[in-house]
């Protein structure tokens, strides 16, 4: 069994930062992908920023140059810097694991941006 905790979420002015952590457990042997999702209500969730496992990033427009993504192995974590934030990045945000073609998420951490 595999699981995914996110923590690092909460209440931030825009302009200001976040880091979120996704610690990953059990059996991740076959990791591929792993990922941050986020999700408005009303909205599909949507890929915010990617990581392989050789490290190549993949990042959506509207985070790119503020976000950043990026793994530690050793502790089987998976972060993502969030600086200048603005209004518009308010969402859960979902830790996403690819295990052999299987997803994997977590139960989702809220980050609120205040204008």
């Known amino acids: 069994q595999v699981q995914l905790v996110e923590s690092g979420g909460g209440l931030v002015q825009a302009g200001g930062s976040l880091r979120l952590s996704c610690a990953v457990s059990?059996?991740?042997?076959?990791?591929?992908?792993m990922g941050w999702y986020r999700q408005v209500p009303g909205k599909q969730r949507e890929l915010a920023a990617q990581i392989t496992i050789g490290g190549n990033t993949n990042y959506a427009d509207s985070v790119k140059g503020r976000f950043t993504i990026s793994r530690d192995n050793a502790k089987n974590t998976m972060y993502l810097q969030m600086n200048s934030l603005k209004p518009e990045d308010t969402a859960v945000y979902y830790c996403n694991a690819l295990i052999f073609g299987s997803a994997y998420w977590g139960q989702g951490t809220q980050v609120t941006v205040s204008s």
């Open positions: 059990g059996n991740i042997f076959g990791i591929s992908f």
